[in-house]
């Protein structure tokens, strides 16, 4: 199975920061790499497909890059609701198909 | 447009069974891919089961020859069997839609316990 590893589990930032979260997998996965976010109680929700897509109702500050086995998830300046926990996702070729244990951003 | 509602969760001694239902309105069923997705308390993400439009199903490791995941097409509704529950499987399960989910019900809350 192909194993997503996040870094970091967890970041403080501030209101305005621009936040960086990385995403290793165990082998290549091309670019079959989505990004969820999270807050407590609540579904995932897509952000990013495709390692670079942006979903559909997603503001333009989050983005999403990388290919092979690196990938990168940023968001450009940290707004208010942002604050919760992300999630990457790998759906390559045949499950099963897993998630990164997750990054939780908290206020600094 | 789009709803899924699971239900069926609950209480149940380690050992026993229970079946998990997904109701989709909005959306035929039998045309995606559909998922089950559960997540422990305080934990993370894990990918459980896909069932494929075609009619293929695959399971994580930590399931496979417990959990059985089906749909009945005439009722537009996904399930999922658990038998042999154990207490690592207490999670709140949800139903999504698609290789790459951007639709998910709410959850529903198994509680494997004596």
């Known amino acids: 199975d192909i194993q997503m590893t996040q870094s970091p589990s967890s970041l403080s930032a501030s209101v305005g920061d621009r936040v960086t979260i990385s995403c290793r997998a165990s082998?290549?996965?091309?670019?079959?790499l989505n990004w969820y976010q999270q807050k407590p109680g609540k579904a995932p929700k897509l952000l990013i497909y495709?390692?670079?897509s942006l979903q559909s109702g997603v503001p333009s500050r989050f983005s999403g890059s990388g290919s092979g086995t690196d990938f990168t998830l940023t968001i450009s300046s940290l707004q208010p609701e942002d604050f919760a926990t992300y999630y990457c996702?790998?759906?390559?070729?045949?499950?099963?198909?897993?998630f990164g244990q997750g990054t939780k951003l908290e206020i600094k | 447009e789009v709803h899924l509602v699971e239900s069926g969760g609950g209480l149940i001694q380690p050992g026993g069974s229970l079946r998990l239902s997904c109701a989709v309105s909005?959306?035929?069923?039998?045309?995606?891919?559909m998922s089950w997705v559960r997540q422990a308390p305080g934990k993370g993400l894990e990918w459980v089961s896909v069932?494929?439009?075609?009619?293929?199903?695959y399971y994580a490791a930590s399931v496979k020859g417990r959990f059985t995941i089906s749909r009945d097409n005439s009722k537009n509704t996904l399930y999922l069997q658990m038998n042999s529950l154990r207490a690592e499987d207490t999670a709140v399960y949800y139903c999504?839609?698609?290789?790459?989910?951007?639709?998910w019900g709410q959850g529903t809350l198994v509680t494997v316990s004596s």
């Open positions: 909005g959306f035929t069923v039998s045309s995606n891919y």
């Open positions: 069932i494929y439009s075609g009619g293929s199903t």
């Open positions: 999504a839609r698609e290789r790459v989910p951007s639709d």
């Open positions: 082998q290549s996965i091309s670019s079959s």
């Open positions: 996702h790998q759906s390559y070729s045949i499950p099963p198909w897993t």
């Open positions: 495709a390692a670079s």
